[in-house]
């Protein structure tokens, strides 16, 4: 007979694993798993009710639901070479050695997440895929 083992004791709260962006050699970012609890939780930071007359409505931050989102999300980067992130959002680098990095940091995260639709359905897809939390140990 086997041993009655909670699935709620074996859950991580978090995880997060390394991902190379497609067609950018050496640009990796750490990304974090995130639950259906989490992104509930997230959307609930984002809301905030408010009387209309006699009626209460939802208010949604959508700033401030991207500004979580990002922090959850993306954990850090490297790699992220000036060449690429000309390829990403349109700006001027010319300033810089196309193969010098822009450093992660949670504003570069979410200006990238802001400006570059590319960027945001790749890490929306990486994070959304539980084989990339489970196949990694």
């Given amino acids: 007979m ?4 909670s699935l709620k004791s074996l859950l991580v709260p978090s995880k997060t694993v390394e991902v190379e962006y497609p067609g950018f050699p050496e640009f990796k970012i750490d990304i974090g798993y995130m639950s259906r609890e989490t992104l509930i939780s997230l959307r609930k930071k984002s809301t905030k009710n408010s ?9 949604f931050n959508e700033e401030l639901f991207l500004e979580l989102y990002v922090d959850a999300a993306i954990r850090g980067w ?5 060449s690429y992130v000309n390829l990403l959002v349109p700006v001027d680098v010319s ?3 196309p193969l010098d990095e822009l450093a992660y940091s949670k504003e570069n995260a979410l200006m990238l997440m802001k400006n570059s ?3 945001d359905n790749f890490i929306s897809e990486q994070v959304n895929d539980l ?3 489970t196949t990694s140990s």
């Fill in 2 to 5: 086997a041993t009655e083992i």
């Fill in 51 to 59: 009387f209309k007359g006699k009626t209460v409505q939802d208010d």
């Fill in 78 to 82: 490297k790699g992220l070479r000036f």
């Fill in 95 to 97: 300033k810089f050695d």
């Fill in 117 to 119: 639709s590319q960027f």
């Fill in 131 to 133: 084989a990339n939390f």
